[in-house]
C-alpha cells in the first residue's frame, strides 16, 4: 500500500526495535570504529615506542652480527629467522587483540550489545541484483559515500599539509644516525598522527548522533503499520470481546452452581440478588456467593428456587449487598445487622417448616444504614 510504502511518518515502537535490535539493525558508527582502532595504535605506539625503538636497535644488531661460529653453522641462521619472527609475531598478534577490544568497545558504546544470529542467516532477497542495485543508489547509501568521501580528504589534506610543514624533519632523518634518526622520525609521525585523531573525532562526534537518526528513520511506521501492530500486542477486539463474553458466563455458571449451597437469597424483587451463605463453624460472617442484576438475578432467583432456597425480599439491603459487597468476600460490617435480621427470620423460618418452632411474625421492613443504599431507600417497580 501506498501507506506502508511512503507514509512512514510515525516514530518506531518499543516492539518494532526490539525485534529490529534482534534482527542486528543497530546504530554502528564506522567513523567511531576507526577513532577506536587508530587512537588505540597511537596510543600504543607512543607509550611503548623507546621500548620498540630499542627492540629494533637489538634485532638489528644481532641480524647484523656473525662470528665464526654462525659461518661454521649455516643452520643456526634459521633458528635466528625463527626466534626474530616468533617474537615480531607475537607483538603483532598482541597489538591485533587490543585493536580488536578497542572496535568491539567503539561498537558497544554506539549500538549497545546485541547477538542477532537472524543478521547471519542467509537471505535470498540480497541475491536480487535489482534490489541491490536499488540499496546501493539509495539516498542514505549516497549520502554514506559522500561522507565516507569528504572524511577521506579532509585526513588526506591534513596529512598532506602536515607533510609539507615538517618536510625539513623528514629530510634531516636521512642525514641522521640510526638511533636518532628513528626517535625524529617516531616523534613527527606521532605529532601527525594526534592531528588525524582529530580529525577522526570530530567526524566521529557527528557521526554517532547521525547514524541513530538514521536507524530511527528506517524503522519509521505508517499509520497502518501501528494499527497492524496494536492489533498484534493487544490482540483482535473481536477475539478479545469474544474472551470476555465467555469469561463472563464462565463466571456466571460458577455463580449459579453455588446458588443451591446459600441460606437465602435477597432481592429488590428483580433488579438485583444477592446469595448468602453462612456457617458458623467455618466463617466469621455471611459471606456473598452470588449476585448479580436484571437477567443475572432473574437467573439466581431461579436457580434458588429449583434448589428450595428461600428467596426474601429486601430492596434496600439488595441494593445496598449488591453495591458494596464482593464476591465470595464476606458481608460489608456496616451490613452485618440487617443480614443478621434476614438469616434470623429464615431459620426461624426452617424451623417452623421442621416443627420444631411457631411460626415466625412476617419480616419487617429491613433498614440499612445511611448512605449504604445507592437508590437512597427507593424501592424499584416490580417487573
Known amino acids: 500500500m501506498a501507506d506502508d510504502a511512503q507514509d512512514r511518518r510515525l516514530p518506531a515502537t518499543e516492539r518494532k526495535i526490539r525485534r529490529a535490535r534482534a534482527e542486528g539493525q ?68 598482541g597489538c591485533g587483540a587490543l585493536l580488536l577490544l578497542a572496535a568491539l568497545a567503539a561498537a558497544v558504546a554506539s549500538g549497545g550489545w546485541t547477538f542477532a544470529p537472524k543478521a547471519l542467516l542467509p537471505k535470498p532477497e540480497r541475491l536480487d541484483p535489482f534490489a541491490g542495485l536499488g540499496r546501493l543508489v539509495s539516498g542514505e547509501q549516497v549520502g554514506q559515500a559522500l561522507k565516507a568521501c569528504v572524511l577521506a580528504l579532509i585526513v588526506g589534506a591534513v596529512g598532506g599539509l602536515y607533510l609539507r610543514a615538517h618536510v625539513e624533519q623528514f629530510v634531516a632523518v636521512l642525514g641522521a644516525p640510526l638511533p636518532a634518526a628513528i626517535g625524529l622520525a617516531g616523534r613527527t609521525l606521532g605529532d601527525g598522527l594526534k592531528l588525524l585523531l582529530l580529525a577522526l573525532a570530530a567526524f566521529a562526534v557527528l557521526d554517532v548522533p547521525l547514524q541513530r537518526q538514521l536507524l530511527a528513520k528506517r524503522l519509521r511506521m505508517s499509520a497502518q503499520e501501528m494499527k497492524r501492530e496494536q492489533r498484534e500486542t493487544e490482540g483482535n477486539p473481536e477475539l478479545k470481546s469474544r474472551q470476555r463474553s465467555r469469561m463472563r458466563e464462565l463466571a456466571t455458571r460458577r455463580m449459579l452452581a453455588a446458588v443451591p449451597k446459600a441460606d437465602l437469597v435477597v432481592m429488590n424483587p428483580t433488579h438485583y440478588a444477592v446469595a448468602l451463605r453462612y456457617d458458623d463453624a467455618r466463617m466469621s460472617a455471611p459471606t456473598v456467593v452470588a449476585k448479580g442484576a436484571d437477567l443475572i438475578a432473574l437467573r439466581i432467583r431461579d436457580a434458588a428456587a429449583a434448589a428450595k432456597v428461600p428467596v426474601l425480599q429486601a430492596p434496600p439491603l439488595a441494593r445496598a449487598l449488591y453495591a458494596h459487597a464482593e464476591l465470595d468476600r464476606p458481608v460489608p460490617q456496616a451490613l452485618f445487622t440487617a443480614v443478621a435480621q434476614v438469616l434470623a427470620h429464615v431459620y426461624q423460618l426452617r424451623a417452623h417448616l421442621r416443627g420444631e418452632a411457631p411460626a415466625p411474625a412476617p419480616l419487617a421492613a429491613v433498614a440499612v444504614p445511611a448512605g449504604l443504599d445507592p437508590d437512597d431507600g427507593r424501592e424499584e417497580p416490580d417487573a
Open 26 to 93: 543497530v546504530a554502528r558508527s564506522r567513523d567511531l570504529g576507526h577513532l577506536a582502532a587508530v587512537g588505540t595504535a597511537v596510543a600504543l605506539l607512543l607509550a611503548f615506542a623507546p621500548w620498540l625503538f630499542g627492540r629494533m636497535q637489538q634485532s638489528l644488531a644481532a641480524g647484523l652480527r656473525f662470528d665464526a661460529a654462525t659461518l661454521a653453522a649455516p643452520q643456526s641462521m634459521l633458528q635466528r629467522l625463527a626466534q626474530g619472527s616468533f617474537g615480531a609475531l607475537a607483538l603483532v598478534l
